[in-house]
T-cell receptor, first 113, second 117 residues
Framework: SQTIHQWPATLVQPVGSPLSLECTVE??????LYWYRQAAGRGLQLLFY??????ISSEVPQNLSASRPQDRQFILSSKKLLLSDSGFYLC????????????FGEGSRLTVL | AQKVTQAQTEISVVEKEDVTLDCVYE???????LFWYKQPPSGELVFLIR??????QNEISGRYSWNFQKSTSSFNFTITASQVVDSAVYFC??????????????FGAGTRLFVKA
């Protein structure tokens, strides 16, 4: 069966420091991969999605970036964090082909101080 | 452009009451999928239901039921005889296939449901 894991689960970082969140999927090939952010008490905002290795679509201009170095690996990065980057980050995938049902990771809670 | 609106920010009910969560969507596509997800306090999102744009048949699963009406672009979710364990944030989502492949899914702002004992 398919599984998805993301880490770290919790992260406290100072303003201006770099960020790297990783996500891996197992049990499926060529998944579509997604990064969402959920600010405190808010809905889910789509940040990036990828339909293949090296293919990244950005939904919101910001100081974050995403990369997909391998088929089932998705990385969210920043060179310099801002206070506004704090939130709950969720990695997700859909099977390809599929019907768009998202399978979510456990989430990574980022606090920028 | 895609848009999902969940006008109810928070709802509070007493156990055993019925509650309906509203969802209104906007899309230009004729083929799309609608979803409901549940986010309990643990934070992980749980899939509840998927509906494609060509299937307007309502669905019931235990205490949960969904009413999909294309004429009003709504996909409402009803919990019958609510229980404390139903307390969570519920998200409605809209998914459309992309020309580049894959699906792009956007979410509503969510409705936080409190069920009191």
């Amino acid at each position: 069966s398919q599984t998805i894991h993301q880490w770290p689960a919790t992260l406290v970082q100072p303003v201006g420091s770099p960020l790297s969140l990783e996500c891996t999927v197992e049990g499926t090939s060529n998944p579509n991969l997604y990064w969402y952010r959920q600010a405190a008490g808010r809905g889910l905002q789509l940040l990036f999605y990828s339909v293949g290795i090296g293919q990244i679509s950005s939904e919101v201009p910001q100081n974050l970036s995403a990369s997909r170095p391998q088929d089932r690996q998705f990385i969210l990065s920043s060179k310099k964090l801002l206070l506004s980057d704090s939130g709950f980050y969720l990695c997700a995938f859909t099977e390809a082909p599929g019907t768009g049902e998202l399978f979510f990771g456990e989430g990574s809670r980022l606090t920028v101080l | 452009a895609q848009k999902v609106t969940q006008a109810q920010t928070e709802i509070s009910v007493v156990e055993k009451e019925d509650v309906t969560l509203d969802c209104v969507y906007e899309t230009r596509d004729t083929t799309y999928y609608l979803f409901w997800y549940k986010q309990p306090p643990s934070g992980e999102l749980v899939f509840l239901i998927r509906r494609n744009s060509f299937d307007e048949q309502n669905e019931i699963s235990g205490r949960y039921s969904w009413n999909f009406q294309k004429s009003t672009s709504s996909f409402n979710f009803t919990i019958t005889a609510s229980q404390v364990v139903d307390s969570a944030v519920y998200f409605c989502a809209l998914s459309e296939a992309q020309d580049t492949g894959g699906f792009k899914t956007i979410f509503g702002a969510g409705t936080r449901l409190f069920v009191k004992a």
